[in-house]
């Protein structure tokens, strides 16, 4: 495990290095395009939602030339930590877990309650079998209850579980389930909610503190101006700062 830790340690600093040394003033957006409305692939192949705008936005204001990356959630926190992209701006909760291994931006969302998309009123969330995707807080959350996690690479997976009568329901944020639940004639939000993480922000390299400050002052004016608001409001997600 101590090798292990010093390893991804290493990898940070050296990630770190590459950005502070003139790695160029791109910045690598790294997000994983398959959770609406926080990112989600368009029909023209290009990432968009709440955090395409936001991340643009905030880019903009940090003076920052940013690419956007798309990569798989369960192995979105070691490819930040090994180089292949500088930011995680992908729906991603502060947690103390991550915090241990990642940087944190202040929060760009507040905490959103996570909701129960089945396609029963009255599907057995507290003894039954709950899906959630892989590495989330709702996985966290499903594990110490009474209930069985599944879990699941993507989202979509999540839902198709709950469908085909692989598990009783889903566990996820309730801004992504809101328009299933919308669109599915079968399919309901359940009453019952939780609330479970601390808002959004993005994940930084420990070692790239300066980075970090610049997208933390970015964040801060966007809240100052409405900016934020504003964009929360138009993409549904949660409350208002």
């Known amino acids: 495990m101590k090798k292990l830790i010093l390893g991804t340690a290493a990898l940070a600093l050296t990630a770190g290095m590459a950005f502070a040394d003139g790695h160029g003033k791109t910045v690598r957006m790294g997000t994983e395009g ?8 368009n029909d023209a192949g290009e990432v968009d939602g709440f955090e395409r705008e936001l991340g643009d936005e905030l880019c903009k204001r940090a003076e920052l030339t940013c690419e956007w990356v798309t ?7 070691p490819n930040l930590v090994s180089g292949n992209y500088d930011t995680i701006i992908a729906g991603m909760s502060i947690t103390a877990e991550r915090d241990e291994v990642i940087d944190f931006t202040q929060g760009y969302t507040l905490p959103d309650p996570s909701a129960y998309l089945a ?10 079998v709950i899906a959630a995707q892989t590495n989330t807080i709702q996985a966290s959350f499903i594990a110490a209850s009474g209930a069985t996690l599944v879990e699941f690479a993507t989202p979509e997976e999540t839902i198709a579980a709950v469908e085909n009568g692989e ?4 566990l996820a944020d309730k801004a992504f389930l809101t328009p299933i639940a919308d669109e599915k004639a079968d399919m309901m939000l359940l009453a019952q909610e939780e609330m479970i993480g601390g808002g959004v922000g993005m994940g930084l390299r420990e070692s790239d503190g300066e980075l970090r400050a610049k997208f933390d002052a970015a964040i801060g004016s966007m809240k100052e101006d409405g ?5 929360l409001t138009k993409w549904e997600i949660g409350g208002q700062f």
Request: overall charge negative; aromatic content about 12%.
């Open 167 to 170: 598990a009783d329901a889903v």
């Open 34 to 41: 398959a959770y609406p409305p926080y990112n989600f692939i």
């Open 119 to 128: 396609m029963s009123a009255d599907a057995d969330i507290k003894g039954g």
């Open 71 to 77: 990569n798989e959630w369960d192995s979105i926190i």
């Open 227 to 231: 900016t934020l608001n504003a964009l």
